[in-house]
């Protein structure tokens, strides 16, 4: 854990969230700002910076858990979007690695 990592905080349990998934590897919970009608975070409890730091193993667990939340959020059958920002230009804004599901209604591409 990251002594000062807001998401490191949330996935230990220490900060509240608004929790929709939780194994002994990851949490995912409702972001504060959501972008979408659904909008939702992934977030590893061992701390990463981001994808390139992340083991290979915590990734493929985060995202062979994907279906399974889509679909207690009730976005599979429609379909979602996920984004996972890394560093400054790629918009990182929490430096542990996060990855977005966002679905609900229709996106529009590019999102920027």
């Known amino acids: 854990?990251?002594?000062?990592?807001?998401f490191c905080k949330i996935a230990n349990g220490e900060i509240p969230s608004n929790k929709v998934y939780e194994d002994d590897k990851m949490v995912a919970f409702k972001d504060l700002a959501p972008a979408a009608p659904v909008h939702v975070l992934l977030v590893p409890k061992a701390h990463a910076k981001d994808i390139t730091e992340a083991s290979p193993e915590i990734v493929a667990h985060m995202m062979g858990k994907v279906k399974e939340i889509a679909a207690s959020l009730g976005v599979a059958e429609n379909g979602f979007r996920l984004v996972?920002?890394?560093?400054?230009d790629g918009g990182q804004t929490v430096k542990h690695l996060h990855i977005h599901l966002l679905g609900g209604k229709a996106l529009g591409w590019p999102p920027c």
Do not use: K, L, R
């Not at 854990?1 to 807001?6: G, S, V």
């Not at 996972?84 to 400054?88: C, E, P, R, S, V």
């Open 1 to 6: 854990m990251a002594e000062d990592c807001i």
């Open 84 to 88: 996972i920002n890394t560093g400054d």
